[in-house]
């Protein structure tokens, strides 16, 4: 039996990866933020379990105080992780500046998970991170020194992409700073979820025909926790069970180190201004 984190797991491909591995027996750590949807999503997930009870807990990944007491709540209950499946995320329709003073897209998708791992590090040893990343990486110029955006020039599309090549530099930074874990990003394709804010692009994301179904990314973010780690390649990117180059302006290891320190200092940055 393995201990598998899985964060966003109330709906979409982190419900669908969270009820297969309870059906396997692991003992599943559920995190979700919206409480109705996590309620309902814990029904399911205790319906498919053959193992232990799953854990739950909710957190609003735009809230790193609230990741803290994530990790605080893991690390006490459980002496080791197995897999932490690093999957909420959320492309907003208006831009918004966090408690912590960061823009909201960013400190959700990339700055919550970034410090989420660092926090569950020791408990990770001999373990792997899975990060749910996206081919709409390609689609926007990395610069990871900026976690708080200029208003006036914001756009819900700009951000999400930004955030999304952030996963995939942390993801390859993580393997060489941390070889005693394996860590992994992936696409999990264009998935048919509620994860959008913002009327048009939710019902676009919830109802379009041509968009993957959240079972079918549910199943590659389970292969990617479970598959033996001599199958797995740690600090890449896969498109479904391959591996796949990210854009090429992604290779960069400097660039990688950059946004580690720039991640860092604005954890540590929003702990003093949260405290």
Not at 24 to 52: C, E, H, K, N
Not at 185 to 195: I, K, L, Q, Y
Request: hydrophobic share 45%.
């Amino acid at each position: 039996m393995r201990t598998i984190v899985v964060t966003g797991a109330s709906s979409g491909l982190g419900l669908a990866a969270a009820e297969r591995l309870a059906a396997r027996g692991d003992q599943v750590v559920v995190v979700g933020r919206d409480p109705g949807r996590l309620g309902a999503a814990m029904a399911r997930i205790r319906a498919a379990a053959t193992g232990p009870e799953p854990d739950e807990f909710r957190a609003d990944f735009t809230s790193l105080d609230q990741v803290r007491r994530l990790a605080d709540h893991v690390l006490a209950a459980y002496p080791a992780v197995d897999v932490l499946a690093n999957n909420a995320g959320a492309m907003l329709g208006a831009y918004r500046r966090t408690e912590d003073g960061l823009e909201a897209t960013m400190a959700g998708n990339h700055l919550a998970p970034f410090l989420l791992t660092g926090l569950l590090r020791d408990a990770l040893r001999g373990g792997r991170v899975v990060n749910t990343a996206s081919q709409a990486h390609r689609r926007r110029r990395p610069g990871p020194e900026d976690f708080t955006w200029d208003p006036a020039a914001w756009h819900g599309w700009p951000a999400y992409c930004h955030s999304k090549a952030a996963n995939i530099l942390f993801t390859a930074e993580a393997a060489r700073r941390w070889p005693d874990i394996l860590s992994v990003a992936f696409h999990p394709g264009v998935v048919r979820t509620n994860f959008a804010t913002g009327t048009a692009v939710r019902v676009l994301w919830a109802r379009n025909p041509l968009l993957t179904g959240s079972r079918k990314a549910g199943d590659l973010l389970t292969w990617l926790a479970t598959a033996p780690a001599e199958e797995l390649r740690s600090g890449a990117y896969y498109v479904g069970r391959k591996v796949a180059r990210p854009d090429s302006r992604l290779a960069d290891p400097a660039l990688a180190a950059r946004l580690w320190d720039a991640s860092e200092e604005a954890v540590h940055a929003g702990r003093e201004t949260a405290g």
